[in-house]
């Protein structure tokens, strides 16, 4: 149970940050190593690594649903110092979970309303329409959430999180039953449009990669409720590998916006223009997007190739090669500063006589660009 | 059917008697097991022991404390007959505070039950998103264990319908004051009046069919079809 203290709540000496800090905070599960974490008011960090390692446990003590000792501030305020805690509805945050938790013996509507009711930073009206939409929402809004399948309950669970738009958004695997098309398509990219336009404080757990690749710059990793400092992509993903977590074969890449046209997006990657075709997300020109792709839609020519429907080549200078348990080859690409992956069958390998240090064409359609 | 007067009264009685005690229980009932549903201590099986007691004690051993409770020459007795105006034994305020007690249990256990299998996922959730506790109670909860209330609320009424025992420990049979329904067929039976015991016997069990009947249906169409794990089948299932 929760003991609240008057003087709990109210602004402290104890740290100037207006982000979130938390000092020496120790459960059950992690006795020898305190976890500190320091992080900015706004951004959006990862946090992953294998199961039953302490993720749910960390976002739990945050939002002070289970018993801890040490110190929790966010914007100023102590939420919890010692073994006294504020109560979690007054801590300026929102939790998600797996299993939605949806309020039962109401509608989808009912849900959104009561969450967007007891917001500390209400959304416009025609915010919340547009996000209705994007997550595809608006035809279930009367329906009774008893009715509504795994994906679905979880669409509905993330979109009330964000029309309650807390300063500080945990997210526990929250789109774990979604259709991962729908996820890569409209969902991220509408998650990263929206963050950018209402700036909080997110931390995305996820086993899925790609999740945190498209959403996050940097990412916690967790293993035996060991914490670490926030790692940049690459290192996470060596470590997912290492644990065989993940087995992400999509290569994030960044790119300048050039311009968007009728669902056509054109991006500036070195010099070369790239096309990317049904759009979800809004973007001007100069902005940087982040989009995957996946190493399997990725095919390689010696000679550059002619005029094609296949929009998109890439002059790249092949890196290294890596032979994997399927059969096939991981070819590693450069282009642009940038590293990506491309698996191809061995026979190509073999037919086209590949070489390491060798420059080819990368081909790849406008419809692979993922999450953007 | 033919009934008498006294008869009609008596039955005016005890649904007046049912009703109020249901809604009393309801205004308790509600934040008692929500407290308790939320409470994490060993003293929390003492008290839903304490609850469940009028459910197995024999209604006589429950009737005698009570009018022990009510007696004028103790203090307690003194201060309940100040605070009501007049004693409480053999009076229609005493029927309801004893009936209060004799039904706790039929209104507390199926909330309990709704509110252990939905509150604390729930209530994590709404807290979560900056709902305040009371908000939590009647905006979430409530709506979740509707099923459960109807279910609640309907044995309650059933239950006080029935009651006997502890009306004729505390009640006696005043008519129009304590002379419910089960003490006028009892009466008429000692009087060897068949048709009359007949008469209410067979009005008293159409009421209560017709409740529960009525009961089940409620709580089926609360409860949305296709749904799996968030209805609240096992508590309906003491009706059946």
Redesign the interface.
């Known amino acids: 149970?929760e003991i609240t203290l008057p003087l709990f709540g109210t602004a402290s000496t104890i740290s100037d940050s207006t982000g979130l800090s938390v000092v020496g905070l120790v459960t059950p599960l992690n006795a020898a190593a305190p976890w500190q974490l320091e992080l900015p008011a706004s951004g959006i960090f990862g946090l992953t690594g294998p199961s039953g390692s302490g993720k749910s446990t960390l976002l739990a003590v945050l939002?002070g649903?289970r018993h801890c000792r040490g110190n929790i501030t966010f914007a100023n305020t102590v939420w919890q110092r010692g073994r006294r805690a504020l109560?979690?509805?007054k801590?300026?945050?929102?939790?998600?979970?797996q299993?939605s938790?949806?309020?039962?013996?109401?509608s989808v509507a009912?849900n959104l309303a009561?969450?967007r009711r007891?917001?500390?930073r209400p959304l416009p009206e025609e915010e919340c329409g547009r996000l209705l939409k994007a997550f595809g929402i608006e035809p279930l809004l009367h329906q009774?959430?008893?009715?509504l399948s795994g994906g679905e309950a979880q669409r509905v669970a993330v979109l009330?999180?964000l029309f309650?738009n807390?300063p500080l958004q945990?997210f526990d695997e929250p789109l774990s039953a979604v259709d991962r098309a729908r996820v890569l398509r409209r969902l991220l990219p509408t998650l990263r449009d929206f963050w950018s336009r209402y700036p909080a404080l997110v931390i995305w757990t996820s086993h899925d990669f790609d999740e945190i690749q498209l959403l996050a710059q940097r990412c916690f990793w967790m293993d035996s409720a060991n914490l670490s400092a926030p790692l940049p992509l690459p290192e996470v993903a060596q470590r997912l590998d290492s644990h065989g977590v993940g087995d992400s074969c999509r290569s994030r890449i960044e790119a300048r916006v050039e311009s968007l046209n009728d669902g056509l997006l054109t991006l500036d990657l070195g010099g070369i223009s790239i096309f990317a075709d049904r759009v979800a997300g809004h973007y001007r020109k100069g902005d940087t997007a982040a989009f995957l792709l996946e190493a399997g839609d990725i095919s390689l020519s010696v000679e550059k190739p002619g005029l094609s429907s296949i929009l998109n080549c890439l002059q790249v200078t092949l890196v290294a090669k890596q032979n994997l348990t399927d059969g096939r080859i991981r070819l590693r690409l450069a282009a642009a500063d940038q590293v990506f992956y491309a698996d191809i069958s061995r026979l190509s390998c073999e037919r086209l006589e590949l070489r390491e240090g060798t420059t080819y064409f990368a081909q790849f359609k406008a419809g692979s660009l993922a999450g953007l | 059917m033919n009934i008498a007067a006294a008869d009609w009264q008596a039955l005016w009685l005890t649904l007046k008697l049912a009703g109020l005690t249901t809604l009393l229980l309801f205004i308790i009932g509600v934040p008692l097991a929500w407290k308790l549903s939320q409470w994490q201590s060993r003293w929390r099986h003492g008290i839903e022991v304490l609850i469940t007691l009028p459910l197995v004690l024999p209604p006589t051993v429950l009737g005698f404390y009570l009018l022990l409770l009510f007696s004028p020459n103790y203090a307690p007795g003194q201060w309940l007959s100040q605070l009501f105006d007049g004693p409480l034994v053999f009076s229609f305020t005493g029927l309801v505070f004893a009936s209060v007690i004799y039904s706790l249990p039929f209104m507390v256990q199926p909330l309990l039950a709704a509110f252990n299998a939905n509150g604390q996922r729930l209530t994590q959730a709404a807290a979560a998103l900056g709902i305040p506790p009371w908000v939590v109670l009647l905006k979430v909860l409530l709506p979740a264990s509707r099923a459960a209330i109807v279910s609640a609320c309907a044995l309650t009424f059933a239950h006080t319908l029935g009651e006997f025992g502890v009306v004729l420990m505390i009640g006696g049979a005043i008519p129009g004051e304590t002379q419910v329904v089960s003490i006028a067929l009892y009466q008429h039976v000692e009087a060897m009046e068949y048709g009359a015991a007949h008469r209410l016997a067979l009005m008293l069990m159409g009421i209560t069919t017709v409740l529960l009947l009525a009961a089940r249906w409620l709580g089926h169409r609360l409860a949305p079809r296709g749904s799996s794990s968030e209805r609240a089948k096992p508590v309906m299932g003491v009706l059946g």
């Open positions: 149970m939002a649903q109560a979690t509805h801590r300026t945050l929102s939790l998600g979970f299993d938790r949806l309020f039962a013996g109401q009912g009561l969450a007891y917001s500390r009774p959430v008893e009715l009330r999180q309650n807390a945990l």
